[in-house]
């Protein structure tokens, strides 16, 4: 890749009808940019942001994320698998990541604030340190996922079964612990 673009803002920019270049992007930020369903394969964004954009099942093949923050974002059906490991770095504030998967991936201290993670794939990741704060997590799969010191206080509609995934040291909240609990199918009274 021969091209590399740095300190430049996209704004309101269509990559839908016009994809973007193959190159790498260093400290760029893209404003309201529709990527929806384009192809971002082997592309570098380091120390990039995106505000208000739409990448919505985009195709990842080994893209790469280097220290990269997604704020407001709608990212529906990534599969963030597919992208570059080496570097791979992000921080997602209130996106909605839904039906996404993250499977195997190296997600140490990743930070999820106020996300909505419905059926995303966290199977077999390394969640280490991780922060979810004030996420929905309804019907998202943890299976063999390292949560060593993960926080999950906030975080809610969560359920992770402690003999299939390695939670020391996690944090979580009392009001839902119970989502520790479900593969025991037992009822708990909070009343009590």
């Not at 384009?38 to 964004?45: A, C, N, R």
């Not at 490991?85 to 921080?91: E, M």
């Not at 809610?156 to 979580?172: Q, R, T």
Request: hydrophobic share 35%.
């Amino acid at each position: 890749m021969d091209q590399i673009i740095r300190s430049t803002t996209f704004d309101k920019k269509d990559y839908k009808e016009h994809p973007l270049s193959k190159a790498e992007f260093e400290k760029c930020t893209f404003k309201t940019c529709d990527f929806s369903g384009s192809d971002l394969s082997e592309i570098i964004f380091w120390e990039c942001a995106f505000n208000s954009c739409n990448l919505s099942l985009a195709t990842l093949v080994k893209t790469s994320f280097r220290d990269v923050m997604f704020k407001d974002c709608k990212m529906l059906g990534l599969r963030f698998e597919n992208c570059n490991k080496f570097g791979l770095a992000f921080t997602f504030d209130n996106c909605s990541l839904n039906h996404s998967s993250f499977y195997q991936g190296k997600l140490k201290k990743t930070t999820f604030k106020s996300c909505q993670l419905q059926e995303v794939d966290f199977a077999q990741c390394d969640l280490s340190g991780a922060v979810f704060e004030n996420c929905d997590l309804t019907a998202a799969t943890f299976d063999n996922t390292i949560l060593e010191k993960a926080d999950l206080r906030t975080s809610i509609n969560y359920s992770i079964d402690p003999e299939m995934n390695k939670i020391k040291k996690a944090k979580f909240s009392l009001t839902a612990i119970s989502g520790l609990l479900d593969r025991y199918d037992i009822e708990i009274d909070e009343a009590s």
